[in-house]
């Protein structure tokens, strides 16, 4: 059974960097085609993809956002880290991870995590 | 402004088909079959009801189908049922350089 739970600060100060963990179980992300990625959720408005990090480390950001995230993963805790530098109130969102199997789909999603940028 | 256009809200009756569209253009629904829906109540993670453009994952209900044509993917949902009402995203990849791109949301009310 996959599971994947966020974990962070809820409430973080403009010009603050965010560190977010993805803890998951269930799968190995040293499997072949395996990823898992981040997408956020403003109050009320939609999706938005973030990142994504691969079985073999490659990575991608979202073009918007790429100067400030940083993907990475520890394969033997079975985690993947989320920074976001230069934080500000407009980046207040629920910010869910997910697994990606071997295609361009998220199929088992965290229960998201709500972070507030406030000063 | 999300990258893939969707309808702001579809309704039907218990019973009816309903059909939500996503628009994007050659870059992304247009040049790849890898197009997937997802289905959000309020207050949850989004769930994947169709990848693939028509892919169903195992424990989607066979009410739910997807299509594509152009630059146009389409979510139908046949025989409402009330537990259908939710939030309903589309979401393309978008080449290696965008990657991946989610629709502006559509809000499903069951009449």
Redesign the interface.
Known sequence: QITLKESGPTLVKPTQTLTLTCTFSGFSLSTSGVGV?W?RQPPGK????LA?IYWDDDK????SLKSRLTITKDTSKNQVVLTMTNMDPVDTATY?CAHRPG?????Y????TLVTVSS | Q?ALTQPASVSGSPGQSITISCTGTSSDVGS?N?V?W?QQHPGK????MI??VSKR?SGVSNRFSGSKSGNTASLTISGLQAEDEADY?C?S?AGS?????????TKLTVL
Not at chain 1, 46 to 49: D, I, K
Not at chain 1, 103 to 107: A, L, P, T
Not at chain 2, 97 to 105: A, C, D, I, Y
């Open positions: 990625g997408i939609a999706l938005e993809w994504l991608r950001y979202s073009p869910y295609s361009v789909v998220y199929d999603w965290g229960q998201g | 999300s790849y890898l997937s997802y993670a989004p769930k994947l990848y693939e994952p995203y979401c990849y350089s965008t990657f991946l791109v989610f629709g502006g949301g």
